[in-house]
């Protein structure tokens, strides 16, 4: 499992470098004297996504598991990735009314997280939204998601309104509060964004050369993050992750989106997310003439 996430990760990073990605405008051509926003490309953190569980559904937790095994093993993983990294095309996902009289996958999401889980009219895009389609089809399950602000998510399945979290989830304890995790599936990890014309990080190569910089900042200074994120543990401090927190304050947003576009605005100093969203929201905004 380990070797598998391993090339993965390493054809992943090659596919987003080379090629562009529907979910995800290259960035290749883009104009960087109109470039608004940009990534810095050091990762600031390492974690592991993972579905959430209802901790009463003990028999879904084994056939997630069982599900995530073998889409990483016979290629349908890869496939889904490279609809959002690489050359193919993403699937759109629909979702039925919920119905108690019918046997139900209920899935919470947040769709505002790129490319992981989005909305286009009305289907859903992105990884887990794929994964979850064929969740519930290898379940013989009706799909229903219940798209939701992200910090509500796990607390939603733990209240057994929904049986599974899919939201581009980072598995952390306090979470296990509400859910049960299934093993991980895909390797992530949080970059800071900044003005395109910020020199300040050009020279970095390590985390420990950003986190220098960033701590020579003081309360004057803001970071966006998504509320609930690793993101927002990272820069106000948490002492399960060992994240000794920043100078700056942390200002929290619904969304990846609505933080840069608050950067872009000039209301914020940086912006810290997940590194995969980092990239189709800087992209998206550096596109918009």
Known sequence: MKTIKKTLAVVLCALMVVTCFAGCSSSEGTDTETAKVKVIDVELTSEEYAFGVDKDQAD???SVNEFIAEIQ?????????????GDGTPVAVTSAEEDSSKDQLLVATNAAFEPFEYTQGDSY??????????????LGKELVIKNMDFD???????QHKADIAMAGLTVKAE????????????????????PADNTEFDDCQTADDVVAILNTKTSDDKIGVQNGTTGQFYVEGDADWEFDGLP?????YKNGSLAVQDLVNGNLTYVIIDSAPADCITEAINAVA
Do not use: P
């Open 60 to 62: 879904l937790l084994e």
């Open 73 to 85: 093993s016979n290629g349908k993983f890869d496939e889904i990735c490279n609809n959002y990294f």
């Open 125 to 138: 895009y992105g990884i887990d939204m794929e994964i979850a389609s064929l969740l519930a089809e290898s």
């Open 152 to 158: 509500s998510v796990c607390l939603s399945v733990g």
């Open 175 to 194: 979470r296990e509060e509400y859910v049960t995790f299934s093993t991980s599936y895909y390797s992530a990890s949080q970059k800071l964004i900044v």
């Open 248 to 252: 700056a304050t942390c200002v929290g």
